[in-house]
């Protein structure tokens, strides 16, 4: 075997070019076409090697491998063939052709297992029908996407929606919150205002009491016993209650209690009359201006609230301005939704008439600003000012059912506005000044009703001074019994309005139907209650404050004796 390889190479034999005698055209045949064989051979596996290497994926690239090694085999089989024609190396071609028979029957060998497999690849048929399949796959699936990024697309705007909708209700939420919290403060200050002016009243009612004392006695000594020593004292002594009994009026004024002679009134008419007292009152410096709406509906008020609500914002105003500057009063209608109504505590929706006055002072800070309608809070010196001015002015805008509002900044001035309700009535004329009544001697019965010892006691001393009879009972039950005892003989009922048991206009409503020809003259410090609530004291009706004094006491019986008004309010 060993000489076999030594002599592989070995040309001793016989060249094939012999078995074919040398004739040219066969042997070049046989030549050219094994090289031509052996030149595809070599080719066809570079081709193979090639495509196993870009598809790496095929399972059984390992058969095509085995098949190129055997067409690579048989290739050079044909170029020895070739060789051979003129070299005779038939031991090399054994060789090759015991290679290439060897690659033939493994090649043979790995298809025998494979050919299941390879028959089992798809026809050009079912690999159309599976890509068509597919096709379909990838259209149902390229339309579930579709669903899907639709529903993503609606989610979205779902959400987004939903999101917007609880934007809204959150901000719906902070706006009721915010509102909730000014109607809160509102209810708070409006509740600290009350309890501050029911002691306010309370106090005043009282003092009113205790002055109708003072400057009674004090009027009785100064008529009996007014030498000149004593006549002095005396006079300060009035003049000192007379001051006391101004401010019991502004803290009635802040506390709602003040006796009102309510009446329709155009509210432009009313400013118009005040005009010349405030351009004397706030000075030349100042100038004012008037912007008075040509539609204004009617109000009803006590026209002396008007004037004190001017007065008062007018000092105010004029106080604010040291260096002069410019107030201005302006008018207009205004008509309020249920919507501002419930965001304004004691509003009604409805025609409502605005009176503004704003300055162009020194302004305010929100400290200020949270308690100028407070009784007795100022920012003046001490001496310049009571500090119940703007006190009054809510007194009377609460009691006539309206609403102040107050705008100011520190340098840019100040701004009123007051909110009343409108009527549709006419204005009314004001009431005819009340007849004089000549002096005669008093000879009259009358019973006077009053649950205050000392008021009671005064009372009856300067009536009997004056020279009438007085009946004085100290409550309602008494007075009646007394009525029934003098039926026909009582001229004059003088009663307090608030009393224990029973009010004055019943008791008076009582003693007319005894007595129809009864005259009855009310009095008190303030009026609350049913009597509040239905008006307050009409002007038909005579009526005599508190505190008075033995002139004003006989001035206003007078009147009822003798003139229209004591016939009325039973």
Known sequence: MAEFFRQLFSNAFMPHRMCFLDDAATLWLHVLSDVVIAVSYYVIPILLFRFIRRRRDIGFSWILFAFAIFIMACGTSHVLGAVTVFNPVYRLEGVVKAVTAAASMATFLVLIPAMPSLIALPSPSALQGANEQLAVEIEERRRAEETVRRLNEELEHRVADRTADL???????????????????????????????????????????????ILGHGEILRLEHGDGAAMEGLLEIQRAGERASALTQQLLAFSRRQIAMVRVVDLNDAVRQTEKMLRRLIGED?????????????????????????????????????????????????????????????????????????????????????????????????????????????????????????????????????????????????????????????HETVILVEDDTQVRQLTRAMLERLGYSVIACGSPDEAQIALREYRGKVALLLTDIIMPGMRGTELAAAARRSDPGIRVLFMSGYTEGGVLDQGLITPDMAFLRKPFTAGYLEKEVRAALYGDRGQAGA
């Open 167 to 213: 934007e809204r209700a959150l901000a719906n939420l902070q706006a009721e919150m915010k509102q909730r919290q000014s109607l809160e403060k509102q209810l708070i200050q409006a509740q600290k205002m009350e309890a501050i002016g029911r002691l306010a009243g309370g106090v005043a009612h009282d003092f009113n009491n205790l002055l109708t004392v």
């Open 286 to 442: 100042i100038r004012l201006t008037l912007h008075l709406a040509a539609d204004l509906p009617s109000l009803k008020i006590d026209p002396s609230h008007v004037d004190q609500v001017l007065l008062n914002l007018a000092v105010n105003a004029r106080d604010a301005m040291p260096r002069g500057g410019i107030l201005t009063i302006e008018t207009a209608r205004l008509e309020l939704d249920e919507q501002y109504a419930s965001e304004h505590d004691g509003i009604s929706p409805g025609p409502h008439v605005m009176l503004a006055m704003s300055d162009t002072g020194t302004g305010m800070d929100e400290n200020t600003k949270a308690h100028i309608f407070e009784p007795f809070f100022t920012t003046k010196e001490a001496g310049k000012g009571t500090g119940l001015g703007l006190s009054i002015v809510y007194g009377i805008v609460k009691q006539n059912g309206g609403e102040i509002l107050v705008y100011s900044e520190l340098g840019q001035g100040t701004v009123f506005k007051i909110v009343l309700p409108a009527v549709k009535a006419a204005p009314e004329s004001a009431p005819a000044p009340h007849e004089v009544v000549v002096r005669r001697p008093a």
